[in-house]
């Protein structure tokens, strides 16, 4: 009896084991790709993503407030109400903005790349997406540069199924690392690391997709 329980708590630990490790590899956190705005109108279905995959995607963003993933799911947890209609997602980036910081001295030069979360209305006669239904959560990504943070407001508006607004005005300051636990949401500025008040806007139009 006794060498029952040993090998019954064995399995056990065994069975425990194998259950943490197949929680951790699918806890496991793959960033979502982003693509070019510009080939938004030609993205196929497979290469967007869920409104779940999107959701944990934001939640991983330390650039994103817990107040737009709440708008982010007030706004889309409904499916499409059509049956031959599904909205997809997908994060695109826009043209960057770029500046150098005492230029004829031969320094650094910083990149801020918006970047946007759209919602896309794909139907069972388009293999490309129809039209854009949503804008959720922009920031700037500015690792293409030299390390520096955003902070600022961004401003955006989907005027129409194929145009889209994103306007941009805040401040650059540079990092002496990469910010990680720190985002342009907590991170506390100083005025020695001050570059530059930037302001600039981003327009994207899509003659392929629907109004």
């Avoid at 040993?6 to 699918?26: C, D, H, K, Q, R």
């Avoid at 806890?27 to 938004?40: A, G, M, R, S």
């Avoid at 902070?151 to 990092?175: A, C, P, W």
């Amino acid at each position: 009896m006794k060498k029952i329980i040993i090998a019954l708590s064995a399995l056990l630990l065994v069975v425990m084991f194998f259950g943490t490790y197949a929680n951790s590899v699918e806890e496991k956190y793959v960033p979502l790709k982003c693509v070019d705005i510009n080939e938004l109108s030609t993205l196929p279905y497979e290469d967007t993503y869920s409104f779940q995959e999107v959701l944990t995607d934001m939640q991983h963003n330390n650039l994103i407030s817990k107040e737009k993933i709440n708008q982010f799911k007030a706004d889309n947890s409904q499916p499409s109400s059509q049956s031959n209609q599904d909205i997809r997602y997908a994060i695109c980036y826009m043209e960057a903005y770029t500046f150098n910081k005492d230029k004829f001295l031969g320094s650094n030069t910083y990149e801020l790349q918006p970047r946007i979360y759209l919602g896309l209305l794909y139907d069972d006669s388009t293999f490309a997406p129809a039209k854009i239904v949503s804008l959720d959560s922009p920031f700037i990504f500015t690792k293409t540069g030299d390390q520096c943070i955003f902070i600022g407001d961004i401003f955006y508006k989907l005027e129409s199924g194929n145009r889209i607004f994103v306007g941009i005005h805040g401040d650059v300051y540079k990092t002496a690392k990469e910010v990680k636990k720190s985002s342009s949401i907590s991170y506390s500025t100083r005025a020695k690391d001050y570059l530059k008040n930037i302001a600039f806007d981003r327009n994207y139009y899509s003659a392929e997709l629907k109004p």
